[in-house]
C-alpha cells in the first residue's frame, strides 16, 4: 500500500519559515519524481516544486529564490524549505510521487500566512 505522509505545515507571520515534509511507503522512492502542488480556497491546484529522480529541479515562478526542494533517497522523504513566506502561499499543500503512468498523492497539509 502507497502512503505519502506530509507533515510540517501549520500558522506563520509573513516574513516566516516553514519546512514541509513527505514521507513515503509502499513505492520505490529512488524511482519517482517527487513534486509539491498546493491549493488555495476557490483556486485550482497548482505545481509549485519538483524534483526528478536524477535531480533537477523546478520552480513556479512565484516561489523562485525563496522556497527549495529536496530529497533523501536514504529516508524516502522529499522536503521543501519555505522562506519569507507571504499571504499569498496560503494553501493546503500536497506531496505527489510520479512515474511513468503511475502518481500517488498525499493527504495535504495546511499552511497559513498571516499576521
Known amino acids: 500500500q502507497v502512503q505519502l505522509v506530509e507533515s510540517g505545515g501549520g500558522l506563520v507571520q509573513p516574513g516566516g519559515s516553514l519546512r514541509l515534509s513527505c514521507a513515503a511507503s509502499?513505492?520505490?522512492?529512488?524511482?519517482?519524481?517527487m513534486s509539491w502542488y498546493r491549493q488555495a480556497p476557490g483556486k485550482q491546484r497548482e505545481l509549485v516544486a519538483s524534483?526528478?529522480?536524477?535531480?533537477?529541479?523546478n520552480y513556479i515562478d512565484s516561489v523562485k529564490g525563496r522556497f527549495t526542494i529536496s530529497r533523501d533517497n536514504a529516508k524516502d522523504t522529499v522536503y521543501l524549505q519555505m522562506n519569507s513566506l507571504k499571504p499569498e502561499d496560503t494553501a493546503v499543500y500536497y506531496c505527489?510521487?510520479?512515474?511513468?503512468?503511475?502518481?500517488?498523492w498525499g493527504q495535504g497539509t495546511q499552511v497559513t500566512v498571516s499576521s
Open positions: 505527489n510521487a510520479e512515474r511513468t503512468r503511475l502518481s500517488y
Open positions: 509502499g513505492i520505490i522512492f529512488g524511482f519517482y519524481a
Open positions: 524534483i526528478t529522480s536524477a535531480g533537477s529541479i
